[in-house]
């Protein structure tokens, strides 16, 4: 149940699906980011889809197919060395990991970490087109294994790591969502907090909460109306930075 003091659930709810269409939370994904990539990883994940999650438009694909596993959404990942998220895309959950190799459309010049699920030619020509190399080990019914750094394919524990954080988010471990951009927005939203307890909560009496809310006036003394809700985005960094040195607690409000 949502607390009283946020407001009318359909006024909340149509904001969120506003800021989802608008790509917002893409948006303030990507500006809290920092990525070392020196490596990146590739994998999936499948998510369950409740019954309330189906049955939005036969005709639009929605990310939700059925599998042995019952209805269900795939969730692929790309993260940085240290299991940072970077790219996230959806697709059904009988989608081959393969299929969704777009996820580099961005990295060149590294080193692109994956399971066998990813060994293909296409995919490695591709990593070879971006420059990079490939650490992803050959199928047991490969003819002509091609070897690969297995010291470095050590490292691809750090994606399932990031996996088991975002299941800890209710609304991500399983869908509720019947669009594909409420439920990747939620996904996003996830990433975020993970990139910020990366990188700004190394102080133990820092609390960083954002409220999607609509009208909240928030008192704090460090707090301000922002009406332009990128720009609030792009000085997001400083803000929490500038919190981080006073050790101070910092409620950021996203409204209009």
């Not at 909340?12 to 070392?36: A, E, T, Y």
């Not at 599998?67 to 990942?77: E, F, L």
């Not at 692109?112 to 019914?141: F, M, W």
């Not at 991500?172 to 990747?184: C, G, H, L, M, Q």
Request: glycine share 4%; hydrophobic share 40%; charged share 20%.
């Amino acid at each position: 149940m949502l607390p009283f003091y946020y407001g009318k659930y359909r006024s909340i709810h149509k904001r969120f699906k506003d800021w989802c269409d608008k790509d917002i939370f893409s948006r303030l994904f990507k500006s809290v980011q920092n990525p070392d990539l020196q490596e990146v990883m590739l994998d999936s994940t499948i998510a369950r889809a409740h019954a309330c999650a189906t049955g939005y438009d036969k005709d639009d694909n929605q990310a939700i197919g059925r599998s042995v596993g019952g209805i269900t959404t795939k969730i692929h990942a790309m993260t940085d060395a240290l299991g940072n998220p970077i790219e996230i895309l959806l697709s059904e959950g009988k989608t081959h990991d393969s299929k969704v190799a777009n996820l580099l459309k961005n990295v060149y010049n590294t080193k692109v970490i994956a399971d066998r699920a990813y060994h293909s030619n296409e995919i490695r020509q591709h990593i070879q087109s971006i420059s990079s190399e490939a650490v992803i080990p050959c199928k047991s019914n490969t003819l002509n294994h091609i070897p690969f750094d297995s010291h470095v394919y050590k490292e691809r524990h750090l994606i399932e790591n990031f996996f088991s954080k975002i299941k800890h988010f209710r609304r991500v471990f399983s869908r509720f969502d019947k669009t594909i951009s409420a439920y990747i927005g939620m996904i996003k939203l996830a990433c975020t907090f993970i990139w910020l307890l990366r990188n700004y909560f190394c102080a133990q009496n820092l609390v960083f909460t954002i409220i999607i809310a609509s009208s909240i006036y928030l008192t704090h003394k460090y707090t301000t109306r922002i009406s332009n809700t990128m720009t609030k985005l792009k000085l997001l960094k400083t803000q929490v930075s500038a919190e981080l040195n006073y050790g101070n607690v910092l409620v950021c409000s996203f409204t209009k």
